[in-house]
């Protein structure tokens, strides 16, 4: 056999035996996946849906991940990136939650459960929901549009606050400067953010 021929039989063959498919899987998207005669090799055990990082099951940041396996978890804590009052808002929704809105100082305990669990050595602030946008000095929850302290009278701002610095602070960060104390900052400061799960208490 010709050297030409013998290394065109090398590539066929190596060709014929790393071929590929599409799958779908539970999200509608397709995942590459080799012909069952790869199904031992590295290629194969990285690339199935149990093990690439980007599927629901590893997704830390999806409800897939968090809260189907949570149910009657209230928070969400998000320590991995810093954003503004607008991107959380955003994030939290684009993952089937809300960012978080604390109603009564039930729901406060329970911000500094979720808050703990996430990361016990991390300290606020965090974005929650509240802002006077609308009107200065009338803050409502964005995603209920109901005042802070609607039927409960509830509120935690820390001493002094809110107090609208140079004019333009008009959104709600908790944990500032420690604990779960809220304070009125500038929407388009960073920071990192709580979504929460939709329940009738805080519809």
Known sequence: ??????LATVILAI????????????NGTSAVTPLPVRVNTPYFRVNTPYFRVN????????PYFRAAQFPNQRYFVFNNRQVTFFEAWHQCASIGLRLAS????????????ALRAADSNEVGPW???GTDLGKTGYFVW????????????????APGQPDNANGVEHCVEAGWRSGTTWNDRNC???RRYVCETYTSENC
């Open 15 to 26: 060709s014929l035996a790393t071929s590929y498919s599409a799958v779908p899987i539970q």
């Open 127 to 129: 974005w929650i929901a």
């Open 55 to 62: 599927t629901p099951y590893f997704r830390v940041n999806t």
């Open 188 to 190: 388009d400061a960073k």
């Open 142 to 157: 964005i995603t209920t549009m109901k005042p802070l302290g609607y039927r409960t009278g509830y509120s935690n701002f």
């Open 102 to 113: 604390v109603n009564s100082a039930e729901d406060d305990a329970a911000l500094k459960l």
């Open 1 to 6: 056999m010709s050297p030409k021929l013998a």
